[in-house]
């Protein structure tokens, strides 16, 4: 097996430690990631690769020396905090002036503390009934951006032939901007309702069916993977919250990234110091 180790910066000293701890019998290094080949995939290795990569800032991955990105058929990815840089109900509630109520709310969702996701999408919506919908281009505009890596990681699974999702329990508004911009091949979101330019304060899933929660999500997943004919654990799938953990379980390769510790936990995988371009890394 190998173990990749890599961050923003990553010192050759780290590298060093990492290989001398984790036996490797080799390395192959970049500017900000090194694969150290030939580990033995056991308990001490990853005790070692655990408490170096807490002491150094960065993140480890112990992956098969076969591994290719082209082994996948379809990468999903989550929107909020995920693709981009923020919770965009919670910019738009802000802009409001509710901002605290709605992100109080969507925290304790992301932590999987509220059980009914679609309540709780319900109830934050609802404090924003009456508000001026020309927000959201506000928030688009001027607060959400993509994070680091996203569009090298995007282009890259496009390139090696995988086909694109980008899944939400946000909006429409959102995720049918990023899919021109980024060229996904498919989006799955809810859709807020607008009447003379306002918030009616109620919101509904894709055509006005359910609401996108956790199990939407994964159903975007399998929806997808059924259309490309293959099974769902051909599929790459990254987030960062408790509603993205059913979409992540049917992946045969998830990654949790800058994720809550409950996501964190159940990953194959998580990118807590490196931008999303870092899964690259992962393939040989």
Do not use: H
């Amino acid at each position: 097996m190998d173990l990749v180790v890599q961050s923003s910066d990553l010192p050759t000293a780290a590298v060093d430690a990492f290989k001398v701890a984790c036996l490797a019998q080799r390395v192959q290094r970049k500017l900000n990631s090194a694969r150290l080949v030939g580990i033995k995939d056991d308990a001490d290795t990853r005790k070692a690769a655990a408490a170096l990569a807490d002491y150094w800032k960065c993140d480890w991955a112990i992956v098969p020396p076969t591994l290719k990105l082209a082994d996948f058929r379809l990468l999903a990815i989550d929107m909020d905090s995920t693709l981009v840089n923020i919770e965009s109900l919670d910019e738009v509630a802000a802009l409001a002036g509710k901002g605290a109520d709605v992100a109080a709310i969507t925290e304790a969702a992301m932590r999987g503390e509220i059980a009914d996701y679609k309540e709780s999408l319900r109830r934050r919506v609802a404090m924003l009934a009456g508000v001026d919908a020309s927000l959201l281009e506000r928030v688009y505009a001027e607060r959400l951006k993509l994070n680091p890596g996203a569009e090298t990681l995007v282009a890259a699974c496009k390139a090696a032939g995988l086909k694109t999702l980008l899944v939400t329990g946000g909006f429409t508004f959102f995720t049918d901007r990023l899919k021109r911009r980024l060229g996904f091949d498919y989006t799955r979101s809810n859709e807020i309702e607008i009447v003379g330019g306002r918030f009616t304060g109620r919101v509904t899933g894709p055509g006005g069916g359910e609401i996108i929660d956790a199990e939407g999500k994964a159903q975007a997943l399998r929806d997808a993977c059924a259309e490309l004919g293959c099974a769902t654990d051909r599929a790459i799938a990254i987030g960062d919250g408790a509603n993205d953990l059913k979409m992540m379980k049917l992946a045969g390769l998830s990654v949790a990234y800058r994720a809550k510790p409950i996501v964190g936990q159940q990953a194959t995988y998580a990118l807590n110091y490196t931008a999303l371009d870092g899964v690259l890394n992962w393939f040989s």
